[in-house]
Every structure is written in structure tokens, then in C-alpha cells.
T-cell receptor
Framework: DSGVTQTPKHLITATGQRVTLRCSPR?????VYWYQQSLDQGLQFLIQ???????AKGNILERFSAQQFPDLHSELNLSSLELGDSALYFC???????????????FGPGTRLTVL | GNSVTQMEGPVTLSEEAFLTINCTYT??????LFWYVQYPGEGLQLLLK?????DKGSNKGFEATYRKETTSFHLEKGSVQVSDSAVYFC???????????FGKGTMLLVSP
């Protein structure tokens, strides 16, 4: 158990809908990262938040957004869903933003999103 | 840009066989290198890491050496067990950043 929790575990929805994925980082961790794992694209970094502020952006679509709240939990919002958004979405947390002497990222169990 | 290339799987071995999973990378500067493991139905777990050239990361009998001259970070284990069956991901993180770039993953299947 990494200490990172994600809800829900599974989500099935229809095209055009909007969903929210939730992540609670390890106690004391300030950074939260979101990753998407799909069969064709593999594991891709989406976005990072550090202590409530956006810190880095990866291959995140404009239809997707995220935020980190004062209690440090984070939510990933996916809207106007398409079939191709079906994937496993992972959240990870670490204690610092990183840099030389990098912090380990601890991954949650993921949320499997199926868009029908 | 950054990229990580891993050998395609699945890699199928018998218990106690020697394991090598190849990983090469392209990056600017001096990245840190990682191996993560994903067991069925679970999230990724850090297996080992190396932060500079010639460093050797090791954990649970697995090891990998950061080779700058060949831009490689191959994962090895002398004697695999059935419980090592999982998907293994090689990843890099550039100095000054904290985001990971992953390879496609290599599935390892170990039979008794």
C-alpha cells in the first residue's frame, strides 16, 4: 500500500459526459501528479500540482483540467468524453517538486475509466 | 525531447532463470533513471533508481547500472521467481524537473 488513494476504482460513462477523479496523496506529500495509461499511448504525464499551484503540464487535453485543494487532495476533471479517453488514470504524490536528488513518486492504484 | 525505449514483451522465463530487460533513453542533460514495477491490478511501485552515471540501483535482487556512454539502464536479476511476474517500466526524470517519462513497459511472465 503506497498511501495514495484514488476514487472511484472503476468508472463507466458515455461519450460527451463529464467525470471527476479524486486523489488523496500520502500524508505530508505536497506534490500530486496525474498520469494516463492507455494501450496505444502507454503511460503519459498529464499535470502536476504542488501545494495548490499548477507546477508542470504534460500531454493534457484542453477538455481535461485538474486542481489541488487546501487539504492537498486533487481532482482531475474530464469533460466531453470520447471513446479514446478510456484509460487507467493514475495519481502519484511526492514530498517536493523534485530537482537534483529526486523524490520518489508513490502511485495510487488507479481509476479505470471506460467511455461507451 | 525525452524518450525511453524498452524491449517489447512478453518476456517468458522459467523460475530461477536469469533476467535482462533492456532500456535505452534519450534526454538532454543528466537525467535520473528509474525502474517501476506494476503487479496485476495495482499501481506502479518504485523498484530501483540511479541518479548519476555509473550508479547502480538495486532492490529485491534486481539491479541496473546507469551507463551514460551507451544511454542505457538495463534491468537484471540473477534468478527470477514466479512472484516477479509483472510489467516493468523504465523511466527518466530530467534534472530540475519532477515529471517522469516512461517507456512502454515490458511484461515478464515466470513459470514454475
Amino acid at each position: 500500500d503506497s498511501g495514495v488513494t484514488q476514487t472511484p476504482k472503476h468508472l463507466i460513462t458515455a461519450t460527451g459526459q463529464r467525470v471527476t477523479l479524486r486523489c488523496s496523496p500520502r500524508s505530508g506529500d505536497l506534490s500530486v501528479y496525474w498520469y494516463q495509461q492507455s494501450l496505444d499511448q502507454g503511460l503519459q504525464f498529464l499535470i502536476q500540482y504542488y501545494n495548490g499551484e499548477e507546477r508542470a503540464k504534460g500531454n493534457i487535453l484542453e477538455r481535461f483540467s485538474a486542481q489541488q485543494f487546501p487539504d492537498l487532495h486533487s481532482e482531475l476533471n474530464l469533460s466531453s468524453l470520447e471513446l479514446g479517453d478510456s484509460a487507467l488514470y493514475f495519481c502519484a504524490s511526492s514530498s517536493r517538486t523534485g530537482g537534483y536528488g529526486t523524490d520518489t513518486q508513490y502511485f495510487g492504484p488507479g481509476t479505470r475509466l471506460t467511455v461507451l | 525531447g525525452n524518450s525511453v525505449t524498452q524491449m517489447e514483451g512478453p518476456v517468458t522465463l522459467s523460475e530461477e532463470a536469469f533476467l535482462t530487460i533492456n532500456c535505452t533513453y534519450t534526454a538532454t542533460g543528466y537525467p535520473s533513471l528509474f525502474w517501476y514495477v506494476q503487479y496485476p491490478g495495482e499501481g506502479l511501485q518504485l523498484l530501483l533508481k540511479a541518479t548519476k552515471a555509473d550508479d547502480k540501483g538495486s532492490n529485491k535482487g534486481f539491479e541496473a547500472t546507469y551507463r551514460k556512454e551507451t544511454t542505457s539502464f538495463h534491468l537484471e536479476k540473477g534468478s527470477v521467481q514466479v512472484s516477479d511476474s509483472a510489467v516493468y517500466f523504465c523511466a527518466l526524470m530530467n534534472s530540475g524537473y519532477s515529471t517522469l517519462t516512461f517507456g512502454k513497459g515490458t511484461m515478464l511472465l515466470v513459470s514454475p
